[in-house]
C-alpha cells in the first residue's frame, strides 16, 4: 500500500509536561494536531498529561532541549524550561543553558525543517521595570548578575537568538513576552505566589507575603493565554512580536492572599517573610500591540479563574 501522508499539522510542544505546555497540547490534539511533547520532567508531571497518552496523535519524548533533537515538524511552541523563580534558582547553570543551548537547538530545527517557531519569553525581560506598564519597546531594568539572572537574561540571550535566526536566516518566528499566568496543572510545590497561597489557604496554614506584600503582579488565566500562543503562532509571516501577553487587572500580593483567603473559606492568617533580592516591584503589561495584532485580549477575571485553580488544587489534596 503506498505511503499517505497525514494532513494534520504536526506541531512540537518543548515543555510540553508542565503547566502551560500541556494546556497547549490539550488545545493542541483538540485543534487536530499532531502533537509530540517533548520534556526531561524537571518541573514537568506525568499526571499532566496522562489523559492523552492513549491518543494516536499524542506522542511523548524524554529529551533535554540542551541536546539537538531531530524531528519532521510544522510548527515548535519551544517552552522548556523552569518558570518558577526557586525552581529556576535551584540549578541556574543548567536554566541558562536550557534557554539558551535550547533557542539554538530549537532555532536550528525551524530553520532545517521551515517550522513557525514560537517562543515562551517572559515579562522577566523588564526586571525590575523603570516604565509601568510595560511596553514591548522598553529595554528593562535587569540585574545580569544576581539571582534572577539566570533566568532573565536566559530569556533575553534566546529573544536575541530568534531575532538574529529571524534576520540572518528567515526563520519564521514568533516571540511572545508572557505575564504572569496561573490555572490547573500548576505544580502544588511549584513555589510561585498563587500555587503557594491556594495550598496553603486550603490547608489553613499561614499565607507567606514576602516583603510588604505592597508589590503588584498581573494575573492572566491560562486558557486565555492558549488563545494567545495559536493566535500568534498562526498570525501573518511579517509578524515576529515581541508581544506582551498577560492580563492587564493589576493587583498587591496582599490583594491577592485576601482574594484567595476568601474564596477559600480558609482560616488561614498572614505572616510576611523577606522579600526575595531583586524581586520586581511592580508588573503590568500594556497589551495594546495584542489587541491591534492578534485581536486578543484576556477574558477571564481574577476571581473566576482562581475558583477554577482552588478547585482543580482541592482534587489534587484529594488523590
Ligand atoms: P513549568 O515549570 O510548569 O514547565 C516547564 C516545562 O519545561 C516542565 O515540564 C519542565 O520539565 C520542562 N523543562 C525544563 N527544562 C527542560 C529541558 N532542559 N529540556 C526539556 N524540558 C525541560 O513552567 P510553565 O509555567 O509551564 O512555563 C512554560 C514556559 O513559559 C517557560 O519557558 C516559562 O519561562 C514561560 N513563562 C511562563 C510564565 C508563567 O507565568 N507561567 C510566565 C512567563 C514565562
Ligand atoms: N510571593 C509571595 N509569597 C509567596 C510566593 C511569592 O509574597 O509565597 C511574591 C513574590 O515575592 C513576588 C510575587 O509574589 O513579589 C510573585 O512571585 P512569583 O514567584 O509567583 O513570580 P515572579 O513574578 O516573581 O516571577
Given at each position: 500500500?503506498?505511503?499517505?501522508?497525514?494532513?494534520?499539522?504536526?506541531?512540537?510542544?518543548?515543555g510540553?509536561a508542565g503547566f502551560?505546555g500541556?494546556?497547549?497540547?490539550?488545545?493542541?490534539?483538540?485543534?487536530?494536531?499532531?502533537?509530540?511533547?517533548?520534556?526531561?520532567?524537571?518541573t514537568g508531571?506525568?499526571?499532566?498529561?496522562?489523559?492523552?497518552?492513549?491518543?494516536?496523535?499524542?506522542?511523548?519524548?524524554?529529551?533535554?532541549?540542551?541536546?539537538?533533537?531531530?524531528?519532521?515538524?510544522?510548527?515548535?511552541?519551544?517552552?522548556?524550561?523552569?518558570?518558577?523563580?526557586?525552581?529556576?534558582?535551584?540549578?541556574?547553570?543548567?536554566?541558562?543553558?536550557?534557554?539558551?543551548?535550547?533557542?539554538?537547538?530549537?532555532?536550528?530545527?525551524?530553520?532545517?525543517?521551515?517550522?513557525?517557531?514560537?517562543?515562551?519569553?517572559?515579562?522577566?525581560?523588564?526586571?525590575?521595570?523603570?516604565?509601568?506598564?510595560?511596553?514591548?519597546?522598553?529595554?528593562?531594568?535587569?540585574?545580569?548578575?544576581?539571582?534572577?539572572?539566570?533566568?532573565?537574561?536566559?530569556?533575553?540571550?534566546?529573544?536575541?537568538?530568534?531575532?538574529?535566526?529571524?534576520?540572518?536566516?528567515?526563520?519564521?518566528?514568533?516571540?511572545?513576552?508572557?505575564?504572569?499566568?496561573?490555572?490547573?496543572?500548576?505544580?502544588?510545590?511549584?513555589?510561585?505566589?498563587?500555587?503557594?497561597?491556594?495550598?496553603?489557604?486550603?490547608?489553613?496554614?499561614?499565607?507567606?507575603?514576602?516583603?510588604?506584600?505592597?508589590?503588584?503582579?498581573?494575573?492572566?488565566?491560562?486558557?486565555?493565554?492558549?488563545?494567545?500562543?495559536?493566535?500568534?503562532?498562526?498570525?501573518?509571516?511579517?509578524?515576529?512580536?515581541?508581544?506582551?501577553?498577560?492580563?492587564?487587572?493589576?493587583?498587591?500580593?496582599?490583594?491577592?492572599?485576601?482574594?484567595?483567603?476568601?474564596?477559600?473559606?480558609?482560616?488561614?492568617?498572614?505572616?510576611?517573610?523577606?522579600?526575595?533580592?531583586?524581586?520586581?516591584?511592580?508588573?503590568?503589561?500594556?497589551?495594546?500591540?495584542?489587541?491591534?495584532?492578534?485581536?486578543?485580549?484576556?477574558?477571564?477575571?481574577?476571581?473566576?479563574?482562581?475558583?477554577?485553580?482552588?478547585?482543580?488544587?482541592?482534587?489534587?489534596?484529594?488523590?
Open positions: 500500500m503506498p505511503y499517505k501522508k497525514i494532513n494534520q499539522p504536526r506541531s512540537l510542544v518543548t510540553g502551560l500541556s494546556h497547549l497540547c490539550a488545545r493542541l490534539l483538540k485543534e487536530k494536531n499532531d502533537v509530540i511533547c517533548l520534556d526531561n520532567f524537571y508531571q506525568k499526571r499532566n498529561i496522562s489523559d492523552f497518552i492513549t491518543n494516536p496523535y499524542f506522542e511523548l519524548v524524554r529529551h533535554d532541549v540542551t541536546f539537538p533533537y531531530y524531528v519532521e515538524v510544522d510548527r515548535i511552541f519551544n517552552l522548556a524550561c523552569p518558570a518558577s523563580p526557586p525552581h529556576y534558582q535551584s540549578d541556574p547553570v543548567q536554566t541558562t543553558k536550557t534557554s539558551v543551548h535550547g533557542a539554538i537547538n530549537m532555532l536550528g530545527l525551524a530553520k532545517r525543517t521551515g517550522s513557525v517557531i514560537l517562543q515562551a519569553s517572559t515579562s522577566e525581560v523588564y526586571g525590575d521595570p523603570a516604565v509601568h506598564p510595560q511596553v514591548e519597546s522598553y529595554w528593562g531594568n535587569v540585574n545580569p548578575i544576581g539571582p534572577r539572572s539566570c533566568y532573565d537574561e536566559g530569556k533575553r540571550c534566546a529573544e536575541t537568538l530568534f531575532f538574529d535566526y529571524y534576520r540572518q536566516h528567515n526563520v519564521k518566528i514568533k516571540v511572545v513576552r508572557i505575564f504572569n499566568t496561573y490555572g490547573p496543572n500548576m505544580h502544588p510545590n511549584d513555589g510561585r505566589v498563587v500555587s503557594n497561597f491556594i495550598m496553603q489557604a486550603l490547608q489553613n496554614k499561614d499565607i507567606t507575603v514576602y516583603g510588604s506584600g505592597l508589590q503588584t503582579r498581573s494575573f492572566c488565566y491560562v486558557d486565555d493565554l492558549i488563545d494567545a500562543f495559536l493566535l500568534a503562532s498562526e498570525s501573518p509571516p511579517d509578524f515576529t512580536g515581541p508581544v506582551n501577553i498577560g492580563n492587564p487587572s493589576e493587583f498587591t500580593m496582599l490583594e491577592l492572599a485576601e482574594k484567595i483567603i476568601s474564596l477559600t473559606g480558609s482560616s488561614s492568617k498572614i505572616i510576611y517573610m523577606p522579600l526575595p533580592l531583586d524581586d520586581p516591584k511592580q508588573r503590568k503589561p500594556d497589551i495594546t500591540i495584542a489587541k491591534e495584532k492578534l485581536k486578543w485580549e484576556p477574558k477571564t477575571a481574577l476571581e473566576d479563574g482562581l475558583k477554577e485553580t482552588i478547585a482543580y488544587f482541592r482534587k489534587f489534596m484529594e488523590a
